[in-house]
C-alpha cells in the first residue's frame, strides 16, 4: 500500500501542479524591432510594441491578493495544502502553495480566455518574487485554464467535463462549480472551480488491484482574506 501510496503522490503532484505539459506562446513580444501590419500592434516612440487583451474576469479565479487558504487533505500526508495568494504586477498571480514537505511557488499570467502557467518551481517562502523583466523572460509552460467554461472545453491533457457543480467542502457548500479532468494510464485527476474562489477541491484516483480505488482529495477548509 505504501508504494501506491507514493505511486499516486507522483501521478497528483506531476499533473495537478503542471497543469498540462503543451508550450504557449511567448509571455510578450514588446521591444521587437521593424514594422508590424498586426493590426493588434501599436507604435510608441518608434518602437513596436503588442496591444494585450486580457479578460480581467479571469481573475475571479484566484482568491483575492493577500488571501491564503487551507487545504483538508485526505488519502495522503502531502494532500494537506496551505496556499497564499499575491498579485505583485498588473495580470501576473503568485501563488505559493506549501504541502508541507515542499513549497512551490506558481506564476500565472491573465491573458485573454486564457489563464497561462509561466512557471512552478519549488522556492524558500522568504526567497524574493521575481521581478517583472525576470518573468517576461521565462517560458510559459501551458495553460492553467482556458475559456469558454463550458463542457468539451479542452487545453492540453486537460478538459472541462461538468459545469453548474454542487461541491461540498468543509468551508461552506459552493454552487455552479465545473469540473476539469485529466486521464492518464489507470488515473483520473480532477479540479473544481467556483467564480470567487478559483479551485475548491482537487481529486485523485487511482486503480488498483482488485479494482480497488485509492484516492486522495485537497478540500478548501478555510480562507483569510485582508
Not at 25 to 32: P, V
Request: net charge negative.
Amino acid at each position: 500500500m505504501r508504494m501506491y501510496r507514493l505511486l499516486i503522490l507522483l501521478v497528483f503532484s506531476t499533473l495537478l501542479i503542471m497543469g498540462c505539459s503543451s508550450k504557449t506562446t511567448t509571455l510578450n513580444n514588446s521591444g521587437n524591432s521593424g514594422e508590424s501590419n498586426d493590426p493588434d500592434q501599436v507604435t510608441e516612440n518608434g518602437n513596436n510594441q503588442v496591444k494585450e487583451t486580457v479578460d480581467k474576469s479571469l481573475k475571479d479565479y484566484f482568491m483575492p491578493d493577500g488571501s491564503k487558504a487551507h487545504f483538508l487533505g485526505e488519502g495522503n500526508e502531502f494532500a494537506e495544502l496551505d496556499l497564499t495568494f499575491a498579485m505583485p504586477y498588473e495580470n501576473i498571480v503568485g501563488v505559493h502553495e506549501n504541502n508541507g514537505g515542499v513549497t512551490i511557488r506558481h506564476i500565472y499570467k491573465i491573458e485573454e480566455n486564457q489563464i497561462t502557467i509561466i512557471n512552478h518551481t519549488p522556492v524558500d517562502m522568504n526567497e524574493d518574487f521575481p521581478s517583472l523583466s525576470e518573468i517576461e523572460a521565462m517560458e510559459p509552460e501551458g495553460i492553467y485554464l482556458k475559456k469558454p467554461f463550458e463542457v468539451g472545453t479542452t487545453f492540453g491533457k486537460w478538459k472541462i467535463t461538468e459545469t453548474g457543480v454542487t461541491v461540498e467542502t468543509p468551508y461552506q457548500k459552493f454552487d455552479n462549480a465545473f469540473v476539469i479532468e485529466s486521464k492518464e494510464n489507470n488515473a483520473v485527476n480532477r479540479k473544481y472551480f467556483v467564480e470567487g474562489y478559483g479551485e475548491v477541491k482537487r481529486e485523485a484516483i487511482m486503480e488498483v488491484e482488485n479494482n480497488e480505488k485509492f484516492i486522495v482529495t485537497s478540500t478548501l477548509e478555510s480562507v483569510t482574506k485582508p
